[in-house]
């Protein structure tokens, strides 16, 4: 365990020196950055410097060079007093007109301000402003100059724009003696109103306007003094301080606003009617906003219909295949027409009764042995039949089908065997026709009625042809046997 945590140890040093090395890489285009006359390949920091990230930028004041006490290095073996300072032992300050390390730089703003002792930035006279405090103030003496801007900040009771009156706001009228800056107008108490407060308002038991005197009835009360009561139901209406007329708020109406909107209306003035609102349930008499709305219609007041492609309850559902891509309707579904061969109210049914094409609208030809399309109107014919009514009779291909049908309808022992009997009697039968069409005829080219070899031929495959037919309807019957 010992060598273990030793072995951990020394691998967390080798990589805190790493990182440590990373960090204090030096940048080969950082300043005062030199190759080692040693090693031209290492970089260093020039001679009088030392390393400050990856720059060497701290300079270097030692031996015989070193400072004293109170003094900065400010380039290799140069020492100077710290900003504000002058002096052998750097302790007496700069006067007004200079600042920097001993005083080296002449103040700009002198003699209307002073300087950082760092920065050299101007702080201005009280009567002075400006980036140099090169303007002077036009505040009078109960005025504040902005030493940026130069406006003037007055004093509690004075105003104009150099600070130059006195406001003169009336006792017990004004809220107190100071008053604004640009127009001189003092902040009255309520009930009383002028430019110094000086006269009392005529409202009974409301305040006026304080620049022209006239009323401004409180809630609840009207007329030129504020002296009449309203009558209305203040709860859903205000009074109109002038005629005492009730104004309604939205979902009520009346001479006294106390009547909500009748069901199915809303609004101001009970103007708006309700949208499709779900089982004709009333809408907000404020806002006309719907719980839920009915099929087919969507939105807060149940007043949009359902988007192309959609109908239903949230217009969620996804409307049929109609003709020509025609949006169904947005409450039901169902479609306007329907392509041809297609019925129903959503076009999901195919024609019957022997019609097809356009609205089912087509009556269909007799089909003997068949049915008729429902889009075309041609016959389909079964199995074995061919022909424009399916009234022909296509024996070889009826026999094959009902060869097929009879094996498949055995069960899964029948299903075997057709699948490997019946390609077989198929492929006997054709070697057959092309032994008796094409093969062995003699050499000499002489008409004869059938040549021995196929004669024989023919016997021998009969005879196997008999005995494959044999072996499949053993096969179906031991199939019936066991099932």
Not at 13 to 24: M, P, R
Not at 82 to 102: I, L, M, N, Q, V
Not at 303 to 323: A, E, L
Not at 395 to 414: D, E, F, N, Q, Y
């Amino acid at each position: 365990n010992l060598v273990e945590m030793k072995l951990l140890l020394q691998a967390v040093g080798a990589l805190l020196c790493c990182s440590l090395s990373s960090l204090n890489t030096l940048d080969p285009k950082g300043k005062n950055v030199c190759r080692s006359l040693r090693d031209p390949s290492t970089l260093e920091c020039c001679t009088g410097w030392r390393q400050e990230g990856k720059d060497c930028t701290i300079p270097v004041c030692e031996g015989e060079q070193a400072c004293l006490k109170n003094e900065l290095c400010v380039k290799p073996g140069v020492c100077r007093c710290p900003p504000g300072y002058f002096g052998a032992h750097c302790k007496t300050r700069c006067p007004s007109e200079f600042w920097d390390s001993d005083c080296r730089q002449l103040c700009p703003c002198y003699p209307y301000g002073r300087c950082h002792p760092v920065t050299g930035e101007c702080t201005c006279n009280t009567n002075r402003w400006g980036p140099l405090c090169q303007f002077p103030c036009r505040c009078a003496r109960h005025g504040h100059c902005d030493p940026i801007y130069g406006n003037c900040t007055c004093d509690e009771g004075w105003w104009t724009s150099t600070c130059a009156k006195p406001c003169q706001c009336m006792s017990g009228g004004a809220v107190g003696p100071s008053c604004e800056q640009l127009t001189g107008r003092c902040q009255c108490h309520r009930g009383h109103w002028g430019l110094k407060c000086p006269v009392s308002c005529n409202c009974y038991m409301s305040p006026c306007n304080q620049r022209t005197g006239v009323c401004e009835c409180d809630p609840g009360w009207w007329g030129p003094s504020c002296d009449r009561r309203c009558n209305c139901d203040l709860t859903h209406s205000s009074c109109d301080p002038a005629s005492g007329q009730c104004l309604c708020q939205p979902g009520f109406q009346g001479p006294y606003c106390n009547k909500p909107c009748a069901p199915g209306t809303y609004g101001s003035g009970c103007m708006m009617s309700c949208g499709s609102c779900k089982d004709n349930q009333t809408c907000s008499v404020i806002d006309g906003a719907c719980a839920a709305c009915d099929p087919g219609w969507k939105g807060t007041q149940c007043n949009s219909s359902c988007p192309f492609g959609f109908y239903g309850d949230g217009c969620k559902q996804t409307c049929p295949h109609c003709r020509k891509n025609e949006p169904c309707d947005p409450e039901t579904g169902n479609c306007g027409s329907c392509e041809p061969g297609w019925t129903g109210p959503r076009c999901e049914e195919a024609c019957s009764n022997g019609t097809y094409g356009k609205a089912c609208s087509f009556l269909c030809k007799p089909c003997v042995s068949g049915r008729c399309h429902h889009v075309t109107g041609k016959c389909i014919c079964e199995p074995g039949f061919q022909g424009e009514s399916c009234e022909s009779e296509h024996i070889h291909l009826k026999a094959i089908t009902c060869l097929c049908v009879c094996v498949c309808s055995s069960g899964i022992r029948g299903a075997v065997l057709a699948g490997v009997l019946v390609p077989l009697l198929l492929l006997l039968l054709a070697v057959l026709f092309c032994c008796l069409c094409c093969g062995g005829g003699p050499a000499d080219g002489k008409d004869r009625s059938l040549p021995h070899f196929s004669l024989q031929f023919y016997v021998h495959l009969t005879y196997a042809l008999h005995q494959t037919l044999d072996y499949l309807k053993s096969g179906v019957s031991n199939t019936h046997t066991h099932t």
